[in-house]
């Protein structure tokens, strides 16, 4: 079993940042691709970046794509997300999950561990 643990989400104002954490309990994290999900009242779960195992290649949804940045750090088992420019359409429930292969991923249902999520609000 993989643990995930997301933090930094909150409340921010229209055109501010945040960064989200995700902590994997998992020794073999590095073999692992992973992804940023939300999930807005109402709506469905919507894919937001994914980054592969080694971290060299990544992708984004077109609505953040250029104002939100995945990025991973094997030693420390921790995959982030830089959220800028940040709109109030990007308030929900954001939730990272880990995948047991190296290749991204955009489906939720391609992914084998997901975290509780965390809540960002962002008010205009």
């Known amino acids: 079993q993989v643990q995930l643990v997301e933090s930094g989400g909150g409340l921010v104002q229209a055109g501010g940042s945040l960064r989200l954490s995700c902590a994997a309990s998992?020794?073999?994290?590095?073999?692992?691709?992973m992804g940023w999900f939300r999930q807005a009242p109402g709506e469905e779960r919507e894919f937001v970046a994914t980054?592969?195992?080694?971290?060299?290649?990544?992708y984004y949804a077109d609505s953040v794509k250029g104002r939100f940045t995945i990025s991973r750090d094997n030693a420390k088992n921790t995959v982030y997300l830089q959220m800028n420019s940040l709109k109030s359409e990007d308030t929900a429930v954001y939730s990272c999950?880990?995948?047991?292969?190296?290749?991204?991923?955009?489906?939720?249902?391609?992914?084998?561990?997901w975290g509780q999520g965390t809540q960002v609000t962002v008010s205009s």
């Open positions: 998992s020794r073999t994290f590095s073999s692992y691709a």
């Open positions: 980054i592969s195992a080694s971290g060299g290649s990544t």
């Open positions: 999950a880990a995948r047991v292969v190296e290749s991204l991923a955009l489906r939720p249902s391609f992914y084998d561990y």
